[in-house]
């Protein structure tokens, strides 16, 4: 199997995302080349080969000239996989490339089990196994859900490319997020809420706790969504990642999108009433209970130890 892995690279800079992509294949075990449209000074460190089209001439974010060029790739590399991380280029690009070569998408790849990949469906709670059935398929893979064992290391023998026509988008700027008042990432402790929480009222609850431990609360994406809780606070892929000395998920399903966020924590308690949530899996301690009769009987004792 061949893959062509579609690399990315932001503001002057590799994304570590692109080290995902090499994860991905190797577990596949693909032969794997890199499309990067990057610099060289930024190169990955891998062995194999890198086309890379240089940033500074073909723009660093342009999707119709990205795909012209990875349309001439694609065609010399006749790659059985072409992948992007489900980033916001991945989820611009695949699909103009999947529509250009009549190929599947399979979106949000999660894991990969035989001749198929895993994608969650129904906010997590199934997985889909899908088997695309064209000669070439494109994937995109959810940040977070493959990473390298160790370090990336190796050279990779670079091959420059160029060309393209901007057609009629123009790359106008990036635009910052508006930073809230917590930096969950800089906290040691870290109690967080999710759905299981029940109505806003019971985030004082989760609040609470962090507080008589000495730490922040965070969330997870559909607390926030509700606006139950700021979006500085939300933990996942499309909120802060974190890596407290104790994470405590407290009525939190565990779906890879939050784990993504959470998983490098050093301690993890989880707090749900559900024995087989996937949150087990990353858990050092799984208490199943109600989280609305146990919080507040840890606030309490964690108070009186004072
Ligand atoms: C592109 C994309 C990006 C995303 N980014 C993020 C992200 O950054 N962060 C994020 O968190 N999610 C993100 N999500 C959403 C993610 O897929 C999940 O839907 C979400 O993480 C689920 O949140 P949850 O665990 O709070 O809710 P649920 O999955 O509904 O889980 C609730 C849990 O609470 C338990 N529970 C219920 N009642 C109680 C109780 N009384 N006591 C104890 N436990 C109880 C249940 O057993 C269950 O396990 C993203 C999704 C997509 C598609």
């Given at each position: 199997?061949?893959?062509?892995?579609?690399?990315?690279y932001?503001e002057g800079?590799?994304?570590?995302?692109?080290?995902e992509?090499?994860a991905f294949a190797?577990?596949l075990?693909?032969?794997s080349?890199?499309?990067?449209?990057g610099s060289?000074?930024?190169?990955?460190?891998?062995?194999?080969?890198?086309?890379?089209?240089?940033?500074?001439?073909?723009?660093?974010?342009?999707?119709e000239r990205?795909?012209?060029?990875?349309?001439?790739?694609i065609?010399?590399?006749?790659?059985?996989?072409v992948?992007?991380?489900?980033?916001?280029?991945g989820?611009?690009?695949?699909?103009?490339?999947?529509?250009?070569?009549?190929?599947a998408?399979?979106?949000?790849?999660v894991?990969?089990?035989?001749?198929?990949f895993i994608?969650?469906?129904?906010n997590?709670k199934?997985?889909?196994?899908?088997?695309?059935?064209?000669?070439?398929?494109?994937i995109?893979?959810?940040?977070?859900?493959f990473s390298?064992?160790g370090d990336?290391?190796?050279a990779?023998?670079?091959?420059?490319?160029?060309?393209g026509?901007a057609?009629?988008?123009?790359?106008v700027?990036?635009?910052?997020v508006?930073?809230?008042?917590?930096?969950?990432?800089?906290?040691?402790i870290i109690?967080?809420?999710?759905?299981?929480?029940?109505?806003?009222?019971?985030i004082?609850?989760?609040?609470?706790?962090?507080?008589s431990?000495?730490?922040?609360?965070?969330?997870s994406?559909?607390?926030?969504?509700?606006?139950w809780?700021?979006?500085?606070r939300?933990?996942?892929?499309?909120g802060?990642?974190?890596?407290?000395?104790?994470?405590?998920?407290?009525?939190?399903?565990?779906?890879?999108?939050h784990?993504?966020?959470?998983?490098?924590?050093?301690f993890?308690?989880?707090i749900?009433?559900?024995?087989?949530?996937?949150?087990?899996?990353?858990?050092?301690?799984?208490?199943?209970?109600d989280?609305?009769?146990?919080?507040?009987v840890?606030?309490?004792?964690?108070?009186?130890?004072?």
């Amino acid at each position: 199997m061949k893959a062509l892995l579609v690399g990315e690279y932001r503001e002057g800079k590799l994304l570590g995302s692109t080290y995902e992509l090499v994860a991905f294949a190797r577990k596949l075990g693909a032969e794997s080349a890199i499309f990067l449209v990057g610099s060289e000074q930024q190169l990955p460190r891998v062995d194999g080969r890198v086309y890379l089209a240089e940033a500074g001439e073909v723009g660093e974010y342009n999707p119709e000239r990205h795909k012209q060029l990875l349309l001439e790739i694609i065609a010399r590399e006749e790659p059985d996989l072409v992948v992007f991380v489900h980033s916001s280029y991945g989820w611009d690009l695949a699909p103009r490339v999947a529509i250009s070569l009549k190929a599947a998408q399979v979106s949000e790849v999660v894991d990969v089990e035989g001749d198929g990949f895993i994608v969650p469906s129904c906010n997590a709670k199934l997985r889909r196994r899908v088997v695309p059935k064209t000669r070439t398929s494109v994937i995109t893979i959810q940040p977070g859900a493959f990473s390298l064992a160790g370090d990336p290391e190796g050279a990779p023998e670079v091959e420059r490319i160029a060309g393209g026509t901007a057609g009629e988008i123009e790359f106008v700027g990036y635009e910052a997020v508006e930073k809230g008042g917590v930096d969950l990432a800089k906290a040691e402790i870290i109690v967080s809420a999710g759905r299981g929480i029940g109505k806003p009222e019971n985030i004082e609850l989760v609040a609470g706790l962090a507080r008589s431990l000495g730490g922040e609360y965070g969330a997870s994406r559909p607390v926030v969504d509700a606006e139950w809780v700021e979006h500085a606070r939300q933990v996942g892929t499309t909120g802060q990642t974190v890596s407290p000395k104790l994470y405590v998920a407290c009525g939190i399903s565990g779906a890879i999108q939050h784990l993504a966020g959470m998983k490098k924590s050093e301690f993890v308690v989880a707090i749900n009433t559900d024995k087989d949530a996937p949150i087990s899996e990353v858990a050092d301690v799984l208490v199943v209970a109600d989280l609305k009769q146990l919080v507040p009987v840890l606030t309490e004792k964690v108070d009186s130890l004072k």
